[in-house]
């Protein structure tokens, strides 16, 4: 394969995983699959779901940084990746869909981040601030971003649902996943907090109607992955 068949091959795959409506989006150069020959390790990100904290963790958050870390952004689909380095350790982090979509709302129209805001406007083409929660769903439902893309579609998952992971952690449960990687795989990992949003248990913000909508947005997740809408108690 000659270079500028590589570069095709590279973009057909990038067009492929990411799926946002917005042009000119940092997804077009992410494949969100993460590997380090030297450890042995398969990272695959899933967006809002401690990916910024788990970049921060491996010293790949910043241009040209993961040359230093020892992880490249593999540009492949993840079923390939999985299938090809079968003797490496692969891992990932999900979420439940009602709660990384309150996520979402606050980190795109509360959290006053510039950056962030003037993204939602030009995807939604209304001001973040006349975005309420019901209002930021039924936008997103129509204008596809991959911090709201299904999780399954990051992940190496074959037609009968089989997850090809050593190991899937949950976001509300992050702590038992670092100390499992790091008892069983002897992976040492310090995660810190970065890009999180602060606000109440996510089913405070849902009525009927929301709550459903999500359910449209998420149903292979949630049928994966037994996803629940839960109240808080």
Request: net charge positive; aromatic share 12%.
């Amino acid at each position: 394969m000659n270079q500028s068949q590589n570069k095709n091959a590279q973009s057909t795959s990038l067009t492929r995983i990411a799926r946002c409506t917005q042009k000119n989006c940092g997804c077009l150069k992410n494949s969100f699959v993460w590997i380090s020959h030297e450890r042995k390790i398969i990272w695959f990100e899933v967006p809002k779901v401690a990916s910024r904290s788990m970049k921060s963790a491996w010293g790949i958050l910043g241009p040209g940084r993961e040359k230093n870390s020892g992880f490249v952004n593999l540009h492949k689909m993840p079923l390939e990746v999985a299938s090809e380095y079968s003797n490496y350790f692969k891992f990932a982090l999900i979420r439940n869909p009602w709660d990384k979509m309150v996520s979402n709302w606050f980190m795109f129209c509360k959290s006053n981040i510039p950056r962030r805001m003037q993204q939602i406007e030009d995807l939604f083409g209304m001001p973040p601030g006349n975005i309420d929660f019901p209002t930021f769903l039924q936008h997103a439902i129509v204008h596809r971003n991959h911090h709201w893309e299904q999780c399954v579609n990051f992940l190496p998952i074959d037609n009968q649902n089989k997850l090809l992971l050593d190991l899937i952690g949950q976001l509300d449960d992050i702590e038992t996943c670092i100390s499992t990687m790091k008892h069983k795989f002897g992976i040492e990992l310090q995660l810190p907090r970065e890009n999180t949003t602060n606000h109440s248990h996510y089913s405070n913000y849902y009525d009927t109607e929301s709550i459903d909508i999500v359910r449209t947005m998420f149903p292979r997740d949630i049928a994966v992955f037994n996803f629940t809408f839960q109240f808080h108690r």
